[in-house]
């Protein structure tokens, strides 16, 4: 059974950092493109990072130069760090595995998603 297993979530204060990791379980990440989404209460599902086989990332606007997105193919991880958070950042974070560049990611697996709070 395939799972994507993310953790590093919580509460964190504005302007504070943290690194999520998502961990393949039965499956070998390093040749899979790795994305995380998140999806706040009332808003629709948002793309944060990609990161592709070959290590190319991209990130939309709103992540630029706050958010990294790496991989370590040794530890069948990829891991987002996120710098400098805002309380708009406050989400569920949901890792993805899947094939293909940003315009034409195709995902094949979600992880269960993490907790991201941004707040005083």
């Known amino acids: 059974q395939v799972q994507l297993v993310e953790s590093g979530g919580g509460l964190v204060q504005p302007g504070g950092s943290l690194r999520l990791s998502c961990a393949g379980d039965g499956i070998s990440l390093d040749a899979y493109t790795m994305g995380w989404y998140r999806r706040a209460p009332g808003k629709p599902r948002e793309w944060v990072a990609l990161?592709?086989?070959?290590?190319?990332?991209d990130y939309p606007d709103s992540a630029k130069g706050r958010f990294t997105l790496s991989r370590d193919n040794a530890k069948n991880t990829v891991y987002l760090q996120m710098n400098s958070l805002e309380p708009e950042d406050t989400a569920l974070y949901y890792c993805s595995c899947g094939t293909g560049t940003v315009s034409s990611y195709r995902i094949v697996y979600w992880g269960q998603g993490t907790q991201v709070t941004v707040s005083t």
């Open positions: 990161i592709t086989s070959s290590g190319t990332t």
